[in-house]
């Protein structure tokens, strides 16, 4: 994968995605969750440091090394992950399902808009503490796209089972990539992030 991990692209390069790039970039990594949990595999551990992308800027979800497949629920590992990027009942040892990777995905999609690394100012646990007792939720800028604020809430929900599944995120994703369309440039001869997805917006550190 020679573009290296997203993280490293984004701390890199100083910036956060543009939104149609951003969109596309979610659609990727919502693609391969989506096949992953209709395979009954949890990630465990979804963070942009552990997606991938290739010459083409195809992201790919990559790091299987505490996914597992899902058989009884409430068995698993409790505090697998890291975590930032950790859903709250993963945090506290209860019992989860995939829905702990949707979570994970709220705060990579935060991760895409801002370039910055969730609770930057906070230590791992305490920002875990602040996950499970305070509802804490990295910080959406202002002047976020409505719908894309709408996608975060969802996903960040502290009951899991008012989280959406990728399957409905990826027509979510793609209901605003629609209406998007593409900003500048023709939208047929080039997809790629550096073509009309020119792929990244800086200032902001």
């Known amino acids: 994968m020679s573009r290296g991990s997203v993280y490293n692209f984004l701390h890199k390069q100083r910036?956060?995605?543009?939104?149609?790039?951003?969109?596309?970039?979610?659609?990727?990594?919502?693609?391969?969750?989506?096949?992953?949990?209709?395979?009954?595999?949890?990630?465990?551990?979804?963070?942009?440091?552990?997606?991938?992308?290739?010459?083409?800027?195809v992201v790919k979800v990559a790091d299987f090394g505490v996914a597992r497949v899902q058989t009884q629920p409430g068995v698993m590992t409790a505090e697998t992950g890291t975590y930032r990027w950790m859903?709250?009942?993963?945090?506290?040892?209860?019992?989860?399902d995939h829905k702990a990777d949707v979570f994970s995905f709220g705060v990579v999609l935060w991760e895409l808009l801002t370039g910055e690394v969730p609770y930057l100012y906070l230590t791992p646990l305490q920002?875990?503490?602040?996950?499970?007792?305070?509802?804490?939720?990295?910080?959406?800028?202002?002047?976020?796209?409505?719908?894309?604020?709408?996608?975060?809430?969802?996903?960040?929900?502290?009951?899991?089972?008012?989280?959406?599944?990728?399957?409905?995120?990826?027509?979510?994703?793609?209901?605003?990539?629609?209406?998007?369309?593409c900003e500048g440039g023709d939208r047929h001869k080039d997809k790629s992030i550096g073509g009309c997805f020119s792929a990244l917006k800086r200032g902001h550190h």
């Open 127 to 181: 920002a875990a503490v602040g996950v499970v007792q305070q509802g804490l939720r990295p910080t959406i800028p202002k002047n976020t796209n409505p719908k894309l604020v709408e996608l975060l809430e969802k996903c960040w929900q502290q009951n899991p089972t008012l989280r959406p599944d990728f399957s409905e995120i990826i027509e979510m994703l793609q209901h605003m990539a629609k209406e998007v369309g």
């Open 15 to 57: 910036g956060a995605f543009k939104f149609p790039a951003l969109l596309k970039v979610a659609l990727d990594v919502s693609k391969g969750m989506n096949y992953l949990h209709q395979n009954n595999i949890i990630h465990r551990d979804l963070k942009t440091a552990n997606l991938l992308m290739d010459e083409h800027e």
């Open 87 to 96: 859903a709250p009942e993963v945090i506290e040892h209860k019992p989860y």
